[in-house]
């Protein structure tokens, strides 16, 4: 295989991130990827685990999934979550597991760039905003391929008051997303917020996690501003733009 496609538990069992995963297997199959998925051999990479305190139970994530990866001889791996990214790029090397990985928006403009993607002839199209996800731009500095897709397919690229380096976290972070907010204004709500007051017709997101926060406040927020904003990730979207070769 060309690349292992690293599902993640996220797209994996939610219904709705579920189209993530799904949208970016058929972007490969149209530019002839030759990849695998590991199934029910697939863990959670422990990322939640180990930012919630249980560093017993990270390790032994960690050391199942790499172990299960080096008998298959995985290399390459290719990733939809952020946060599996991250565990994969800085953290898995120090228990033995190096492996190359790429977040699917830098696979996906390298697949453009290299004509194996065919997209659409360039033309206006909507104004969005993007979100950048914590583990994917503050963290690891990729904050120009998921933008360079939008603007390939003709999107027009409006930032929130807080982007790039400065970017305000959705919400679900460091195991947030199964907290129940104790005091304050949500997180996501902050971030939803400041995505309609761009004034774009859709917040773009690539990461599973920052879909399902943003889909929530923008939609409490769409009802009580009587706006109509929507959610979406750049591999549904690319997906639906995109034909087979």
């Excluded at 009802?223 to 591999?235: E, H, L, P, Y």
Aim: proline share 2%.
């Amino acid at each position: 295989m060309e690349v292992l496609f690293w599902v993640g538990c996220a797209a994996s069992y939610d219904k709705r991130l579920q189209s993530i995963a799904r949208a970016f297997s058929e972007i490969m199959e149209k530019a002839s990827v030759d990849y695998a998925i590991l199934g029910n051999k697939e863990k959670c990479t422990g990322d939640i685990a180990r930012r919630m305190g249980d560093e017993n139970l990270f390790q032994e994530l960690a050391q199942a999934n790499i172990k299960t990866l080096k008998e298959h001889e995985v290399k390459s791996i290719v990733t939809t979550c952020p946060h599996c990214f991250n565990m994969f790029k800085n953290e898995y090397p120090a228990f033995g597991g190096d492996f190359e990985v790429t977040h699917y928006t830098t696979f996906i403009y390298n697949l453009i760039r290299e004509g194996r993607l065919k997209i659409p002839e360039k033309q206006k199209r909507e104004i969005v905003t993007y979100h950048d996800p914590c583990y994917l731009g503050r963290q690891n500095g990729i904050f120009d391929a998921p933008r360079d897709i939008l603007e390939m397919l003709g999107y027009e690229i409006v930032e929130m008051e807080n982007s790039k380096e400065k970017s305000f976290c959705c919400g679900a972070g460091g195991g947030a997303m199964f907290e129940t907010k104790q005091r304050g204004e949500k997180i996501n709500t902050i971030r939803g917020e400041e995505a309609l007051n761009t004034g774009a017709c859709t917040t773009m997101t690539s990461c599973p996690f920052c879909l399902l926060m943003m889909e929530e406040s923008i939609g409490s927020l769409n009802q009580t501003r009587g706006t109509n904003m929507a959610s979406r990730d750049i591999a549904e979207v690319v997906n639906a733009l995109t034909v087979k070769q």
